[in-house]
């Protein structure tokens, strides 16, 4: 693949490929340069090169290396699979990718048995599919790319945000002032404890922004069930926003504090429970609905529960 710079002479090389190459994040070609995959005008690049008008790109997408997991017939609730591919209900504790401490029973080795290995292999493993992830203790919707083209679709639809739409559910300690808000802030790790993301102030981090609704709260407990639409998709976003307004989620192991309702539940109140997008092939909208957690009943029957919008 070859890109001729004909605009944006002096910005880094990765970012003018990563706001070009929906399909290839900007991590991913920060990889590839140090592999000396990615050359400008014959020379391997460095990651700080800046391009000028004129340069000539080549880049090498080697070929997916092995995904060093292995089937496993675990139980998925499917919401919509067809040949490109998968909409899921992830269940709370099912952790999304082999990691150290969880090298398997993840999600990614059930869809491996399931779809019989036929995953997208665009993020530079072979047979991932993986397009967007929800934190072990979050359950609900997710979709998985069966098809490159599929990948590459929904990669975009979720960087520009402009087709596809996602709603959590939270349950927070205490309730959030006002009832209805926007929350734009800046979000990156937090300066001393590195497992954790924080509000920061710019230029660090990066835009993060939740709108957020009260849907029902309960005065006895102190405790509200809140909507919220991302416009961005930052780690813990939802987490560090409700934090950040002083009301964290109940059950959250990182960013929450100890009460009487984090005591009555054994899980993260975080569900994705709506999600839209268009079909990467027919283009037609999609919508779905992950079916609300029996831990979040005593507040979804206190509250009158949305429409979709799209």
């Known amino acids: 693949m070859e890109i001729l710079v004909e605009n944006s002479a002096g910005e880094r ?33 460095k990651p700080r090169d800046a391009v000028k008008l004129g340069d000539k790109i080549s880049i090498i997408l080697p070929e997916a290396v092995p995904l060093d997991a292995a089937p496993q017939d ?73 098809s490159d083209a599929a990948h590459q679709s929904l990669v ?30 800046h979000i990156g790790r937090h300066p001393v404890n590195r497992q954790k993301m924080a509000v920061v102030n710019p230029p660090g981090g990066k835009t993060a922004i939740t709108d957020y609704e009260i849907l029902a709260s309960d005065a006895a407990s102190i405790t509200a069930l809140v909507l919220c639409h991302l416009h961005t998709g930052r780690t813990h976003q939802i987490r560090v926003h409700l934090l950040h307004k002083g009301t964290p989620i109940v059950g959250d192991p990182i960013y929450g504090k100890h009460s009487k309702s984090s005591e009555q539940t054994s ?6 429970w709506r999600l839209s997008f268009q079909h990467p092939i027919t283009k037609k909208q999609l919508r779905f609905e ?11 029957d206190l509250a009158t529960l949305p429409p979709t919008t799209r």
């Open 267 to 272: 899980r993260l109140m975080l569900h994705a």
């Open 13 to 45: 090389i990765d970012a003018f490929l990563a706001a070009r190459l929906a399909e290839l994040s900007r991590s991913r070609i920060q990889t590839l340069i140090r592999e000396q995959f990615i050359q400008i005008n014959g020379h391997p690049a």
């Open 74 to 146: 675990i139980a998925l609730e499917i919401l919509f699979e067809d040949e490109d591919l998968v909409v899921l209900n992830k269940a709370h504790g099912m952790v999304v990718h082999p990691a150290p401490g969880n090298p398997d029973g993840t999600l990614v080795n059930a869809l491996l048995h399931h779809c019989r290995g036929k995953l997208s292999g665009i993020g530079g493993v072979e047979r991932p599919g993986i397009v967007h992830r929800l934190d072990k203790d979050t359950s609900g919707c997710l979709v998985v790319a069966k």
């Open 156 to 185: 975009t639809q979720f960087s520009e945000r402009s087709t596809m739409e996602k709603l959590y559910l939270a349950v927070t300690q205490g309730v959030p002032k006002p009832a209805k808000d926007t929350v734009f802030t």
């Open 290 to 300: 992950a079916p609300i957690p029996l831990e979040f009943k005593p507040w979804a």
